[in-house]
Every structure is written in C-alpha cells, then in structure tokens.
C-alpha cells in the first residue's frame, strides 16, 4: 500500500498534485531556514568551517561534466565489475 494517497481520491488533478507537493517543500524548506542560528558567533564559525570543508570534499570526488567531445567509446567500456558505468547507464535511460 502506498504512503501517499492518489491525487483523484481528493478530486485533483495530477497538476494539482503536483502544486501541493510543491508547496509542502517550499513549506519545510522555510521552516529548516527559520530554525538555523542567525547569529555568527565564534561556536557557528566552526561548525560552518566543518561544513565547508565537507562540501569541498564532495565536490573534488564529483566527476567532470560530461561535455559532448568528451563522449566517446571508452563511456560504453565494461569495467571490472561486469558493469557499464553510471554515466552511461544514464545516458541509456535519458536516449
């Protein structure tokens, strides 16, 4: 049984639907940045200097954006795994 009731059974459409949805994440998205400290005392520099240094990490692990000269073969190798790699697998669902 699903979590979330279909939109027609409250006589939505599915556009409808997706307004609500919509709307409830804005709404919890607002009150996540009401609820963060406002203040930039010495205790929030380090937490956000622990912050920033993780978001650097990510995004140094992030590969390159995939350009079109930079498509070629070598995204439809098998790897040692037996497996194309995620990029490609992407691609795949997206043509």
Do not use: W
């Amino acid at each position: 049984m699903d979590d979330q009731d279909a939109p027609e059974i409250f006589g939505m459409q599915a556009s409808a639907d997706i307004e609500f949805r919509a709307i409830e994440a804005a709404e919890l998205i607002a009150c996540v940045l009401r609820t963060e400290p406002k203040s930039l005392g010495d205790s929030n520099r380090v937490g956000f200097k622990l912050i920033e240094e993780r978001v650097v990490k990510v995004l140094r692990g992030l590969p390159m954006p995939l350009t079109k000269e930079g498509a070629g073969r070598d995204l439809f190798i098998v790897g040692k795994d037996k497996l194309l790699p995620p990029t490609t697998v992407f691609l795949m669902h997206e043509v």
